[in-house]
């Protein structure tokens, strides 16, 4: 039996860190011992070693946005100096130990110490930076050509990484997210009379994932006489605390005042999603889109950004609503569609789910992640 180590570097409940969830299944499932190692604590571990992964804690370097500045870079290299022992010997302390799975392109120090200890080193990508100075992401993307192979969450984190180095098309394999929807996907919400609309955005709370432009959004859809109502789920991104406070801030003002409310972190997201009429996911920049998908797996009717890897998800006006990033007013007359036509909102949600179910499974997941790991 071989083992697989696996480098993550968070250990919170999010997107990414879910997804490792199915990952870690499928490695043990095909008969490997599977060692996942974090930077910190966190809930995501007792999730991990659910699925019979061992969990250790090791700090390493991590690639952040607030280390792109020659004072950041120097304070990340001497982080990296520092560590890298550490990462060699907890690399050589597992015997059978024949693939490194770096679970992020963000930690550049372990393509690194994985090449050095001859492991397969394979790197799963859920980026797809296409905005910053052409220098960082370049840096960010160059550490990819010691792997052996990639795996990308998306065609559009594949893009951002051959429109920098062409080399990697050669190493990339595209292998959208996979997950499982609930039994029983909910009917339709019949709301009584004068009973808002239900809105659901479920996501970190930064400014990426565009929760000021639905903020905004709510506001015109009441100014114009549209009684809804906003759920939003989701913690703050570190270093963000700041945006937090402006939502807060906004949530206050007259024109949306009592019409907001911050739920914080969910899990299970399934029954915020049956209770809402509409969800919407109006990020800026999207890799995936993991919400995206759920929300049609739920069967929901679902208004996302056309950016990135949600126009991957979503066919406008066949499973879902498209509207321009950054647009409130796109986003309030897509939702206003819906809501006003609730039999085509409806037809829109049932073809959603099928073709989720069809494109997004677990098990499409299992097959394109054995490919590459076998490979």
């Given amino acids: 039996m071989t083992a697989i180590v696996v480098a993550h ?13 199915e990952t870690i299944t499928i490695f043990r499932e095909s008969g490997h011992e599977v060692r996942v190692l974090l930077p910190h604590d966190g809930p995501l571990v007792t999730m991990l070693e659910e699925r019979g992964a061992s969990v250790h804690f090791l700090d390493f370097p991590i690639l952040r946005k607030n280390l792109l500045s020659a004072s950041g870079l120097l304070k990340l290299a001497w982080h990296t100096v520092r560590t890298l022992p550490g990462m060699w010997r907890e690399l050589r302390s597992v015997p059978d130990a024949r693939t490194l799975w770096i679970n992020t392109i963000t930690m550049p120090s372990w393509f690194v110490v994985g090449r050095l200890a001859r492991l397969a080193t394979i790197a799963h990508v859920h980026e797809a930076e296409d905005d910053g100075p052409r220098w960082a992401r370049l840096g960010l993307a160059a550490p990819a050509l010691l792997a052996h192979r990639l795996v990308s969450n998306s065609a559009a984190s594949a893009a951002s990484l051959t429109s920098l180095i062409t080399r990697l098309d050669r190493k990339i394999t595209v292998v959208h997210n996979g997950m499982s929807g609930p039994e029983n996907p909910p009917r339709p919400r019949h709301r009584t009379n004068g009973e808002p609309a239900k809105i659901a955005l479920i996501a970190r709370l930064s400014p990426r994932k565009g929760i000021d432009v639905a903020l905004e959004a709510i506001g015109q859809l009441r100014t114009a006489g549209i009684n809804v109502h906003l759920t939003v789920c989701g913690t703050v991104f570190e270093g963000y605390e700041w945006f937090e406070q402006d939502l807060h801030k906004r949530a206050q003002q007259s024109d949306v005042a009592g019409a907001i409310s911050f739920a914080g972190y969910v899990s299970p997201t399934w029954p915020v999603l049956a209770a809402s009429d509409v969800v919407i996911v109006p990020s800026r920049v999207e890799p995936f889109g993991n919400t995206a998908v759920e929300a049609l797996l739920a069967q929901r009717p679902l208004v996302a950004s056309d950016t990135q890897g949600l126009r991957e998800i979503v066919t406008h006006e066949v499973t879902g609503l498209l509207v321009e990033p950054g647009n409130p007013t ?5 939702i206003a569609r819906l809501l006003n036509d609730p039999g085509w909102a409806a037809k829109l949600a049932r073809a959603g789910q099928t073709d989720a179910v069809n494109r997004f499974s677990t098990d499409a997941y299992r097959t394109g992640l054995l490919r590459v790991l076998n490979s």
């Fill in 9 to 21: 570097p968070s250990a919170d409940q999010y997107g990414s860190d879910l997804q490792l969830l």
């Fill in 330 to 334: 796109d986003l309030a007359q897509a």
